[in-house]
């Protein structure tokens, strides 16, 4: 009998405890919490001959599965166009949505094309289609190649090509 009263007892904390547990994760679990954390991330994919296309890396990145949204610290994107030359984007942060197939990237964006002389491209944002190999931004954009400069608002980028297309109010000096 001891041992029963016992028995219901630790089974009536337990519950007790089980309740307030499910409880307190409902109301106190902010928005953005996320399940999953992933770090030090790589992902390449590769053309029709085996050879790497693309690579996205990133120290850190944070998933919900309430959502499906990816949140990404420091990414960096990688492609190379029809000439073997590297574009390298970086930002401060990206997303993802496991229902779309683009990377959408904030602060801080730097694209570079690693070519003879370096192009540098800035803005504040940049949506990257990888499958595509294309990105674009409605955003302003500084653009510099040795000592010439472009400013437009809004770019389009073909990383298969290496076209940059500028949207509106292009205007730049050139020096040769």
């Given at each position: ?106 602060n801080h964006v730097v694209i570079r094309q690693e070519s003879t002389p370096t192009t540098l491209l800035k803005t504040k944002t940049l949506t990257i289609f990888p499958k595509q190999h294309f990105a674009n931004t409605h955003d302003a954009v500084v653009i510099t190649q040795g000592d010439s400069r ?27």
């Amino acid at each position: 009998m001891k041992w029963h009263f016992i028995g219901i007892g630790l089974a009536t904390i337990a519950a007790i405890t089980i309740y307030q547990n499910k409880n307190d994760s409902l109301t106190q679990v902010p928005h953005h919490e996320h399940d999953i954390v992933l770090h030090d991330i790589e992902h390449s994919w590769t053309g029709q001959h085996g050879q790497v296309q693309g690579e996205i890396t990133s120290p850190k990145a944070k998933i919900s599965s309430r959502d499906g949204m990816m949140e990404i610290e420091s990414p960096k994107f990688y492609a190379l166009d029809q000439k073997d030359i590297r574009w390298q984007v970086s930002a401060d942060k990206g997303k993802a949505y496991e229902t779309d197939s683009k990377l959408i990237l904030s602060n801080h964006v730097v694209i570079r094309q690693e070519s003879t002389p370096t192009t540098l491209l800035k803005t504040k944002t940049l949506t990257i289609f990888p499958k595509q190999h294309f990105a674009n931004t409605h955003d302003a954009v500084v653009i510099t190649q040795g000592d010439s400069r472009l400013e437009a608002k809004g770019m389009s980028i073909d990383f298969e090509t290496g076209h940059i297309t500028l949207k509106h109010q292009a205007q730049g000096r050139f020096h040769e």
